[in-house]
T-cell receptor
Framework: EAEVAQSPRYKITEKSQAVAFWCDPISGHATLYWYRQILGQGPELLVQFQDESVVDDSQLPKDRFSAERLKGVDSTLKIQPAELGDSAMYLC?????????????FGPGTRLTVT | LAKTTQPISMDSYEGQEVNITCSHNNIATNDYITWYQQFPSQGPRFIIQGYKTKVTNEVASLFIPADRKSSTLSLPRVSLSDTAVYYCLVAMNRDDKIIFGKGTRLHILP
């Protein structure tokens, strides 16, 4: 069964350093999502791509976060500089069709710890 | 996007049927109800989705009354491996995103 791949699985970084996460969605899925999940809470959408275009980045802290999906396939989420409050699980998801009712397939996530 | 309310946590025992109720008082005509399951250190996984009455699959059943202001996820004969967080979501097919609340933390005891 096809899966969403993410790397690294775990990342420890110091405050003010740069960090990047990578996601490879299920083949053929045009819609890609990045979520942030703080411990004990549900995932929060950071950015949504349709192919290589950003559809929604209203919750992305643009002063330090950036996301790209240059060829409309895999994607990178970057934080620079990292802050203590960025410690969380970063989840990538993809779906075949955009739309809230369509199943999203999530990757295993990247657990970020900022010290 | 309709707001949902569900219990923060529930405990049950192996072999029991578990019912998790979700309230969505301001659900709109075109909204669908979707449930996701999340195990520790994993991403959420789609379980079931419905619009009205009853939907059943190999994992769960979803009961939706006529007024659609609430729904109930039913897990038959739970096992320890059903310990997870369960999220109730409401979304329209025209909405590009879904909003996760805090979910219901289900703990199955032996």
């Amino acid at each position: 069964e096809a899966e969403v791949a993410q790397s690294p699985r775990y990342k420890i970084t110091e405050k003010s350093q740069a960090v990047a996460f990578w996601c490879d969605p299920i083949s053929g899925h045009a819609t890609l999502y990045w979520y942030r999940q703080i411990l004990g809470q549900g995932p929060e959408l950071l950015v949504q791509f349709q192919d290589e275009s950003v559809v929604d980045d209203s919750q992305l802290p643009k002063d330090r976060f950036s996301a790209e999906r240059l060829k409309g396939v895999d994607s990178t989420l970057k934080i620079q500089p990292a802050e203590l409050g960025d410690s969380a699980m970063y989840l990538c998801a993809s779906s075949l069709i955009p739309g809230g009712i369509y199943e999203q397939y999530f990757g295993p996530g990247t657990r970020l710890t900022v010290t | 996007l309709a707001k949902t309310t569900q219990p923060i946590s529930m405990d049950s025992y192996e072999g029991q049927e578990v019912n998790i109720t979700c309230s969505h008082n301001n659900i709109a005509t075109n909204d669908y109800i979707t449930w996701y399951q999340q195990f520790p250190s994993q991403g959420p996984r789609f379980i079931i989705q419905g619009y009205k009455t009853k939907v059943t699959n190999e994992v769960a059943s979803l009961f939706i009354p006529a007024d659609r202001k609430s729904s109930t996820l039913s897990l038959p004969r739970v096992s320890l491996s059903d310990t997870a967080v369960y999220y109730c979501l409401v979304a329209m097919n025209r909405d590009d995103k879904i909003i996760f609340g805090k979910g219901t933390r289900l703990h199955i005891l032996p």
